[in-house]
Nanobody
């Protein structure tokens, strides 16, 4: 049974930082590309960043230079380091296993101005 457990969300002031974590179980984590998506109120869910099984990363233009995705295969965990946060980064952030289209439960990030 696949499980994705996200943590690290919260309330932060603009300019601050947060680190999200997503720990997977029930899959051979190291072979899967992993994504972070986000969904703001009233908006569609959007892809924020992806990391391949080999560690290649891609970012949405809106977060380039501010967010960093990384993975620790020994811990079955993918991270999202978010710096220089802006109010428009406010959303529920979801961990996603691309190949099997499996989603975590989401973690709320709120950035106050």
């Amino acid at each position: 049974q696949v499980q994705l457990v996200e943590s690290g969300g919260g309330l932060v002031q603009a300019g601050g930082s947060l680190r999200l974590s997503c720990t997977a179980s029930g899959i051979t984590f190291s072979i899967y590309a992993m994504d972070w998506y986000r969904q703001a109120p009233g908006k569609q869910r959007e892809l924020v960043t992806t990391i391949s099984s080999g560690g290649t990363t891609n970012y949405a233009d809106s977060v380039k230079g501010r967010f960093t995705i990384s993975r620790d295969n020994a811990k079955n965990t993918v991270y999202l380091q978010m710096n220089s946060l802006k109010p428009e980064d406010t959303a529920v952030y979801y961990c996603h296993v691309k190949l099997i289209n499996y989603w975590g439960q989401g973690t709320q990030v709120t950035v106050s101005s």
